[in-house]
């Protein structure tokens, strides 16, 4: 029993860190039908703001709140830099000039910053350990759980339940459509940015939090995590893409568990091949998306 | 109150629409007849804003929108129904209808009214307004389409082919509901193929073939040119 605890736990908490990821890659995907390569840099916005605020002396949660704010004001720049001088253009020129605004990123902090590591502030909380049940583990893991939950509602809610979410629903499926009612196409490309940013900004502290530093390249894994979850999920649905995440999470615990230890530094050569099972089994990816798209 | 000139709109080398004039008084209903591929359809998009013009210019009372955005139109009141149908398939009905009035989202109670009367001139609609608009028939997306854009109180209703893949009575019931709708005041440019259906509600017509205007008159007068016949139905 505690065993299964231990493992849900494991499961729930890198689930919940990789739906997230995945979500804010979709949601810019479901309205634009392009992946925003620069997804990652979004991620590495967040960490280095935690550095360069960390000398501040303002309380964790403030620095926090600074970092997310700015990867969503890094999401809201990619589009006005990298998508929107392009958007009318090839699918090839935006392509390009998401890889750009990526290397561009990077570089800035390579060069400005620098390539080793850089620590950042983290709470105390993150590096206690809690234990109930018959199960010890890092607090970090339950905060995670929590975060994504409340993230995961807060996300349901808004397209759902507000007029802006349901136009995001509508221009994903319908985009000129939705334009001739009167939803105003740069409003809700700029929107899809800004949650892009603010999921990539959430995910940053629980990401960074679990090694305490940041590194120039710290987005490249979390956008390959994301591509995947979302390949596997469906990339034209926003539920696939959480559905993606917990599954992509499952299999990377269970192969953590089960592999013997000589075999446990191939678990990504694993991973992918059950992920192309997956894909043989179903192309479309685990849940297909509403049926019509054309790009704008 | 609409009036177009020389219009022109090109896929590419291929030009759809090569020369097209055509005006559009309050409260009247126009029809543009023409065979398939007569470019009915793409004059009636880049009226919404959806194609842009290649030449020629499209004035809304007097002010020249020939280079609007669809948001731009849609906010100066006209709405559009395509002949694709677009409904959003994963949306409820509801919130079809809730995204027809987004020129008017502040406007919370006229909005409520409106819903209100859209499900009393369409009752399907309301025992289906929490279901996915996707899984409605033709006939009942085609009274969404036409109800959400009513919902944003339009001035000007441009109707593509609303009959298009339709069972008899369904369209009966559409064209009825367009002459309900004529009769509260509305102006409409309907594009249709059904030539007498809509003839039979529309004040004027116009009659296109390959790109250009061919004939125009009153409803009764293109309905007694026999020769016209030969024209929209040979494309």
Known sequence: MSFFLQFM????????????MALGLVIVYGILRLVNFAYGELIMVAGYTMYLT?????????MAAVAVLMAIMAGIATDYIAFRPVRAKSVTAVLITSFAFSTLLQNAALLFISPR?????????FSETVQFAGVITPARNLITIATAVVMLGLFSWLMRHTVLGIAMRAAATNFTMARMLGVPANLIISSAFAISGLLAGVVSMLWIGRVGAVVPGVGLE????AFIATVIGGMRSLQGAVLGGFLLAFMDITLNFTLPQDLLKFRDAFTFSLVILILLWRPQGLIRGPASGQRT | MLEIAGLQVAYGAIRAVRDVSLTLAEGELVTLLGANGAGKSSTLMCIAGALPAAAGAIRLEG???TAARP?????????TVPETRDVFPDLTVDENLQLGAYTRRNDTKGVAEDRTRMFGMFPVLAERSSQPAGTLSGGEQQMLVIARAMMSRPRILLLDEPSLGLAPTIVNRIFEMIATLKGSGLTILLVEQNASKALEVADRAYVMRLG????????AEIAAATDLKALY???
């Open chain 2, 63 to 65: 002010q020249d929108v």
């Open chain 2, 233 to 235: 139905l040979a494309g």
């Open chain 1, 9 to 20: 736990i494991d499961v729930l908490s890198l689930g919940g860190a990789y739906a997230l």
């Open chain 1, 117 to 125: 590591p850089r620590n950042v502030p983290l709470p105390e909380i």
């Open chain 2, 212 to 219: 250009k205007i061919e004939a125009e008159g009153t409803a």
């Open chain 2, 71 to 79: 948001e731009v139109m849609a906010r100066r009141g006209v709405a």
């Open chain 1, 54 to 62: 960390s000398g501040s002396g303002l309380p964790w949660l403030v």
């Open chain 1, 222 to 225: 979390p956008l390959l995590i």
